[in-house]
C-alpha cells in the first residue's frame, strides 16, 4: 500500500518530472517495489530532487542532464550515470554532446573516472540502439 504522502501535491509534480526524465517504467518499478524502509527515500528523492530543483525555471532540463553527467561522474556512480544517460539523451542532449560532456570530465574528474563514465555511455547507447532496432522489426512485422 503507497502512504498517504503520494497524494501531496510536491509528491504528484515531483512524480510527473522525474517519469518524464528517468522514464515512467523505472519510477513505478521503483515505486512498486518500495516498501516500509524504502519508501522514505522515495518520498525524499521525489519531492525534493524532481519536485523541487529539477521544477525550477532557473535551468532548462537539458543544462540539468549536463550537470548529472559531471557529477555523476566525478562521483563515480555508473549505474546512475547510465540511468541519466539515458535521461540526458530524453532531454535533448544528443549522443555527440554527452561525449564531449564525459571528454571534458577526464580533465576535472580523472581519466579513471571518465573511463568508467565512457564505459556506461557506451553501454547505454548499444541498450538504446538494440531497443530501437527491435521496435522497428516489430513495425514491419505489424505491417505484413
Given at each position: ?16 518530472i522525474r517519469k518524464q526524465v528517468i522514464g515512467a ?120
Amino acid at each position: 500500500m503507497r502512504p498517504a504522502f503520494v497524494r501531496e501535491s510536491l509528491f504528484r509534480k515531483g512524480l510527473k518530472i522525474r517519469k518524464q526524465v528517468i522514464g515512467a517504467e523505472y519510477v513505478e518499478r521503483r515505486l512498486q517495489t518500495a516498501n516500509e524502509y524504502t519508501w522514505p527515500f522515495e518520498e525524499l528523492a521525489t519531492k525534493s530532487a524532481w519536485g523541487m530543483i529539477w521544477s525550477r525555471p532557473g535551468l532548462p532540463r537539458k543544462i540539468r542532464s549536463f550537470l548529472n553527467l559531471g557529477v555523476l561522474t566525478a562521483l563515480s556512480l555508473p549505474h546512475e550515470l547510465r540511468l541519466h544517460i539515458r535521461a540526458a539523451l530524453r532531454n535533448g542532449l544528443t549522443r555527440k554532446e554527452i561525449a564531449e560532456a564525459l571528454l571534458h570530465c577526464a580533465i576535472y574528474c580523472g581519466y579513471p573516472k571518465a573511463v568508467a563514465a565512457l564505459r556506461a555511455m557506451r553501454e547505454v547507447y548499444e541498450q538504446v540502439d538494440g531497443e530501437e532496432r527491435r521496435k522497428a522489426a516489430r513495425k514491419k512485422t505489424k505491417r505484413r
